[in-house]
């Protein structure tokens, strides 16, 4: 039994729902396409001096990734979730990039951007537009496939609709799939597309789509709004995937309706890896009752990771790595375990239980006393 802070100043006593942890069948699936993005972690006995680049445990990082592709998830690398802008600048990422892609044991697609610029500078559409040729360049002659990620240089430099489109008119390369990123994500990224409404940025993003008839396999959406994600899914022309970032609503865009149904590039895929994999083992097999029945009891613990401020959800996607024997240690690059509270992290665990994804309740109790021991809570 442990005792957990509530949030309110009171303590609850918990003991493990005894919910069986999930184990999928290995082997993978194929009626969803499914990247799991997901994080580093840093050696934190090295000593590093504020300013310097982490110092990332590429073994233990690489282990992560193996994980995922053994539950049949690819791997989206080097985005948000990995830290990327909020701590991991380009000169990691590209070490970080060439590392999976000549490990890569599986399915996986890779973040290009334009971080290589100095952040608060100011910078021409055109010297934009090269800084994200160079890293997708750099990407692809590793033999990999971009992700074109949203951009904060651009999205300081745009005075309109149509720098947008020029920079991705000449940066999208046979398919390359653009990045929406949603300001929740990301808050440099407001009124990304040159429009404060979503809606009205969608129709410049069908513009670029039409602009590139077989060159897209696919864009990626991450603004939280299931609605919008319909309406731009349904609108696509054919054979243009549409890949949700929607941690909140993922259970029914992926299922799908009558006319089509969403793929998925999400933070909180590693999280519910287990599940997520038995859910679209389900989806195989036409099962779309054992789909929902694996996949929504994870809703609780995603919305929970994902409460506001939506960015800080990597503490949580480490958290519970760490609960889970994945990693030896909860520490983040930039001190970003810090991030969330005593609270939040106990919550958790009390979700994370109830899903079926502690993988061993005695381990995550064990490992859970001295967070709570330094928050000044006896067990």
Known sequence: MLSLPTGDGELIAWRPSGTPPIEPELGGFHSRVAFAATHVI?????????????????????SIRRHLWELGLGVAEAMDTAQRGSGVAWDTARDLIRRTATEAEGPAVYGAGTDQLAAGGEYSVEEITEAYREQVSFIEELGGQAIVMASRQLAAAARSPEDYIAVYDDVIASSSRPLWLGEAFDPSLAD??????????????????????????????????????????R????????????????????????????????????????????????????????????????????????????????????????????????RMVEGAESARSLPHLARILVLADAAGLISDPDMAAQRMRPLLELGGVRN
């Open 235 to 330: 609108r696509l022309p054919e054979g243009v995937a549409l890949f949700t970032g929607d941690d909140l609503n993922y259970v029914d865009l992926i299922e799908g309706d009558a006319n089509g149904h969403s793929d998925a590039l999400l933070g909180v895929l590693g999280p519910i890896a287990p599940a997520a994999s038995t859910a679209f083992q389900a989806l195989d097999r036409g099962d779309h009752a054992g789909y929902r029945s694996a996949l929504e009891p994870t809703l609780p613990l995603a919305r929970h990771m994902f409460s506001e401020p939506t960015f800080d959800y990597k503490t949580g996607v480490v958290f519970l790595a760490y609960l889970n024997g994945l990693q030896n240690h909860f």
């Open 192 to 233: 990304y597309w040159g429009a404060k409404d979503p809606w009205t940025a969608a129709e410049t993003v069908l513009e670029l789509v039409a602009a590139h008839p077989g060159d897209l396999s696919g864009i990626k959406l991450s603004v939280l709004d299931a609605e919008l994600e319909v309406d731009l899914r």
């Open 42 to 62: 840093p050696d934190p006995l090295r000593e590093r001096q504020p300013g310097e680049s982490p110092i990332i445990d590429w073994d233990a990082t690489l």
